[in-house]
């Protein structure tokens, strides 16, 4: 008996193109099983980080109520962020355009400022994303926070390591 006969039937029951077509089939089966199950060994560590949270446009009033070393929580989830550490009121600028010089410049809004805090916090750190009880903190993130006696959305500004 015979392979493959003249007409390129293995056994004289199953053509050439057919074990092709099986081998392509097996071969993609194993490579997806493959791809599909290895898994990243993703490790958390624990580290302390400061960072700087920015809220722009607000008034005297919220500036004063900023305490050092307060608890500051994610005022929609409720999740603690952080304590503050450190804070900085700024004066509020907008640009706007100077008509008669054909150029824009800074103008200081009045009775408004931009307050940068300065949080410190415990973190969860994978080697995607920097958590603090569950709220991912990255630069650009804007999230709203609130503490004893103020609430604003603002934008995180700068990450920094705590070496110990």
Not at 1 to 13: A, C, R, Y
Request: charged share 25%.
């Amino acid at each position: 008996m015979k392979l493959i006969n003249k007409k390129g039937m293995v056994f004289e029951k199953i053509s050439i193109v057919d074990v092709i077509i099986i081998l392509v089939i097996i071969a993609i089966g194993y490579y997806a099983i493959t791809f599909l199950t290895t898994k990243d060994v993703n490790k958390i560590s624990k580290q302390t980080i400061q960072y700087t949270f920015e809220t722009e446009d607000v008034n005297e009033n919220f500036a004063k109520q900023l305490q050092l070393e307060g608890n500051l929580y994610n005022s929609s989830k409720n999740y603690f962020v952080g304590k503050l550490i450190d804070y900085k009121v700024l004066p509020y600028e907008i640009i706007v355009p100077d008509l008669q010089n054909g150029v824009f410049i800074k103008q200081v809004v009045e009775d408004r400022f931009v307050v940068r805090m300065t949080i410190e916090a415990n973190t969860d750190q994978d080697d995607y994303n920097i958590r603090i009880n569950q709220e991912n903190i990255k630069v650009g993130a804007m999230f709203p926070i609130k503490g004893k006696g103020f609430a604003s959305y603002g934008y995180i500004v700068e990450i920094k390591e705590v070496v110990k």
